[in-house]
């Protein structure tokens, strides 16, 4: 492992617990294929080091949202071929042709384009269908359906490979998620009357624990992956922690009574106090909204309050309380102790938002 000693804040990916997590979603869903969801930095945990470690596991895609994602992954010299989420530009599709990478098909026009370029360079272009059932976001209309397939069918350089939607309410609203579903199945059904579509895809983690979508085999698994569900569960409490984010105390002092601390003194100390300063912030992705919101650091064994604002490289946490602290001390800012729904909830937002705001200031360590 990367010596940490100089480090003033990093990463620490248990790359054992993601993949604890994969075999936690295939026992329950054992007919299910698996694509791992690895764009935005596999979730803020470093794509290289994600997907080399991922790469032996039984997973059938890397979903990533970039042509640059995709490039990335194959860069690290992966097995497992890359999956665009979403619409792509034209100027893109040659790319993803030449390398075999799958996309996202919305319209015919785009079909049309890939089966030209499939041409060119004489290549079979895989692409899986999106059907917007209800997310708004790509994909065409359950009504645009009658007669794709025949069309698509039709053009000789495509594998149609799959078909996916996806939800946009799983996790709070269950009866229209029941819609999207049985438009879902009723997407392939129709489909199916054209083209065999050996991969259909629609829940994420919000869904795969607590819904069932008769007509798909395989999941797209970011959050849980990387160890949250956002739904309750009984397999909850299986999933590991995959993230530690870490920083040092690089000073510690004694302020006295009434002196403001951090921009704009939101915080005044109400008596001598024994402040360290923590060598993270903003610019690591340490959220700014959780200034003054009762956000705690995890210090030698007991939890210190953060003090005043938020800066972009350092925060100020109270040490009043400990009987040792010194500069080089290992503070977790979120993981086991500081989890990362705690930080959620008081930066209002939501967890992928914190996760992914882990800046590339910030060095990833990764432990097999
Ligand atoms: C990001 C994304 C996912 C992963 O979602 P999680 O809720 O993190 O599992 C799945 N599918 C699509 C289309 C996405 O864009």
Redesign the pocket.
């Known amino acids: 492992m990367q010596d940490t000693s100089l480090y003033r804040a990093w990463a620490q990916v248990d790359t054992d617990a993601m993949r604890h997590n994969l075999r936690v979603v295939k026992r329950v869903l054992p007919g299910h294929k698996q694509?791992a969801?690895v764009?935005a930095e596999a979730?803020g945990h470093g794509i290289e080091g994600v997907v080399k470690a991922l790469d032996n596991e039984d997973i059938a895609f890397f979903?990533v949202?970039t042509i640059a994602e995709a490039q990335r992954v194959h860069d690290a010299g992966c097995r497992i071929c890359p999956f665009i989420?979403?619409p792509c530009f034209p100027a893109e599709r040659e790319i993803i042709v030449q390398h075999g990478w799958r996309a996202a098909l919305s319209s015919l026009e785009e079909a049309e384009h890939f089966n030209s370029l499939g041409r060119l360079y004489n290549k079979k272009v895989h692409l899986h269908i999106s059907v917007d059932t209800g997310m708004g976001r790509a994909g065409l209309l359950p009504n645009d359906l009658p007669g794709i397939g025949e069309a698509l069918g039709n053009c000789e350089h495509l594998d149609i490979e799959g078909v996916?939607s996806?939800l946009s309410a799983a996790s709070d609203d269950i009866s229209f998620t029941h819609r999207q579903i049985r438009s879902f199945e009723r997407a392939v059904k129709e489909l199916q009357t054209s083209l065999a579509l050996p991969y259909r895809h629609l829940c994420?983690?919000?869904a795969v624990f607590n819904y069932s979508a008769p007509s798909t085999n395989m999941v797209?698994?970011?959050?849980?992956?990387y160890g949250y569900s956002?739904m309750p569960s009984p397999y909850n409490k299986e999933l590991r922690n995959t993230l530690t984010l870490y920083s040092r105390v690089t000073l510690v002092r004694t302020l006295p009574d009434n002196h403001g601390v951090s921009y704009n003194h939101t915080y005044i100390t109400t008596g001598p106090t024994r402040v360290a300063t923590i060598g993270i912030g903003f610019g690591d992705g340490y959220l700014h909204y959780l200034s003054n919101t009762g956000a705690r650091v995890y210090l030698n064994g007991s939890y210190c309050p953060v003090l005043g604002r938020i800066t972009m490289d350092q925060i100020m946490v109270d040490v009043s309380h400990l009987s040792a602290v010194e500069p080089g001390d290992v503070a977790e800012i979120m993981g086991e102790n500081v989890p990362w729904q705690e930080l959620t909830t008081r930066a209002r937002t939501i967890p992928?938002n914190v996760i992914t705001s882990i800046s590339a200031r910030v060095p990833r360590v990764y432990v097999p």
Not at 220 to 225: A, D, M, S, V, Y
């Open positions: 694509m969801i764009k979730y979903g949202a989420l979403g996916y996806h994420s983690s919000s797209r698994l970011g959050r849980i992956l956002p992928s």
